[in-house]
């Protein structure tokens, strides 16, 4: 599976990014999609993930009512719209898949595949 993310940036708080995930290499209905974000010195941390059987979504506390993911499955892209962004929110944010798992882990170490990547910044 190859993903390629794009649509970071920076952003003033307060203000809104959409990212993108476009996979190839294998049908969505047998992946869990996820996105991940690492500031510097800090952990891999879950942001979203979709379960493309159903279609339910799952988010990380920090960002529960701002962020929303979902999928094109016709597209093989998923997406992260981000609102009411805050500077803590800046990090690289990462595209992740794994084979499909109800629910889907929220540990990074559990996905198999990942992209390279896109930079959110968000400034005070």
């Known amino acids: 599976v190859q993903l390629v993310e794009s649509g970071g940036g920076l952003v003033q708080a307060g203000g809104s990014l959409r990212l993108s995930c476009a996979a190839s290499g294998r049908t969505f209905s047998t992946l869990n999609m996820g996105w991940f974000r690492q500031a510097p010195g800090k952990e891999r941390e879950f942001v979203a993930a979709?379960?493309?059987?159903?279609?339910?979504?799952y988010y990380a506390d920090s960002v529960k009512g701002r962020f929303t993911i979902s999928g094109d499955n016709a597209k093989n892209t998923v997406y992260l719209q981000m609102n009411s962004l805050k500077p803590e929110d800046t990090a690289v944010y990462l595209c992740a898949a794994r084979p499909y798992s109800d629910p889907p882990p929220r540990r990074y170490y559990e996905y198999e595949y990942w992209g390279q990547g896109t930079q959110v910044t968000v400034s005070s």
């Open positions: 979709i379960s493309w059987r159903g279609g339910n979504t």
